[in-house]
């Protein structure tokens, strides 16, 4: 018997059209993560406490098995609205494409785009969860991007893995948009090395080159707009647990700020379906509410 569906099973359904709701006996073969529905929504919860439980799960089954989320311990409504904000945090592993990105060609820039990863190093691996959360956040508000708008979100943080990836610095610079604009360039440099000797056409690698060097600075352009919305909202559904236990307070707070600068206010609604530690929470609640007097976002749920 199909369960009642509700507005949570609607805009789960909404945004993660490919994923499918059905009861645990017809999971298949596919290998079964048992998640607490309970456990997540509990006050002092930190989702990064989770972060090895499931992508380390996800690295035992393997593609051919796949993995399925089993929730239990709340009623449907609330499961649903769980499942979106579990499903939002690790939507890398879902790896959804379209039709720009399926073939031979992206699957080539996927395996070259992992092998620049040395996954022995905790940051990089970050680096990589953030660099795949980014491309699926793109297909998530823009179903239908094209191919560089996809590589720029894959590659947008490349030329992290050459100056941090074994310890940040960021915290450190004394002009930090221009430390940024600074990592953007450079890695725009390095992603267009490698689109052309994977054999790119050249049109699409500079257009890619135009997006990874302007991605710190939002400007008139939607394709540009969109990858400052899909980073920021990675940063703050993925990394900002993380970043909050690595960096200090007054740091992470100058971080939160910046980034919901580049998010686009007709977005930041999708940040009630995130999961936050709950120290990352206070203070995202206190830069909303100093960004109010420029415009007036939903509230966090």
Same mark, same amino acid.
């Given at each position: ?19 499918t ?9 596919? *290998? ?44 449907? #409504? ?6 979106? #904000? ?11 494409? *379209? ?11 996927l ?22 959360d ?22 947008? =943080? ?7 990836a074994d ?13 940024? =604009? ?11 090395a490698?689109? #052309? ?30 990858? *400052? ?8 559904s993925? *990394? ?57 976002p939903?509230?966090?749920?």
């Open positions: 018997m199909r369960p009642p569906r509700g507005a949570a099973f609607a805009l789960l359904a909404t945004e993660f059209p490919t994923l709701v059905r009861p645990l006996e017809q999971a298949g073969d596919a *290998n079964v993560l048992w998640l607490d529905a309970q456990a997540w929504r509990a006050p002092g919860f930190d989702p990064f406490d989770w972060d090895e439980h499931v992508f380390g799960a996800s690295r035992t089954c393997g593609e051919a098995r796949g993995l399925a989320l089993h929730l239990t311990g709340a009623p449907l #409504e609330a499961l649903a609205t769980t499942a979106l #904000e579990i499903l939002t945090r690790y939507q890398g592993l879902v790896r959804r494409r *379209n039709s720009a990105s399926e073939g031979p060609l992206f699957d080539t820039l395996a070259r785009h992992l092998a620049l990863h040395d996954l022995s190093k905790p940051l990089v691996v970050a680096d990589h969860r953030h660099a795949l980014t491309w699926q956040w793109v297909l998530r508000l823009a179903p239908r991007a094209e191919l560089a708008l996809q590589l720029a979100a894959l590659f947008h =943080d490349v030329e992290r893995l050459l100056s941090e310890q940040r610095v960021e915290h450190h610079a004394r002009d930090y948009q221009a430390f940024k =604009d600074a990592h953007a360039a450079r890695g725009a440099d390095v992603a267009c490698l689109l #052309e000797e994977v054999g790119v056409d050249p049109d699409t690698r500079e257009r890619v080159r135009w997006l990874i060097g302007r991605h710190e600075r939002p400007e008139p352009d939607e394709d540009l707009a969109l990858l *400052n919305d899909a980073d920021a909202l990675s940063f703050f993925l *990394n900002a647990s993380g970043f909050a236990r690595y960096f200090p307070r007054e740091h992470t707070r100058r971080k939160l700020a910046y980034t919901l600068r580049r998010l686009r206010p007709h977005q930041r609604w999708r940040l009630a379906h995130v999961r936050f530690a709950p120290q990352v929470r206070r203070l995202l609640e206190e830069t909303l509410e100093a960004a109010s007097q420029e415009d007036t939903r509230e966090l749920a």
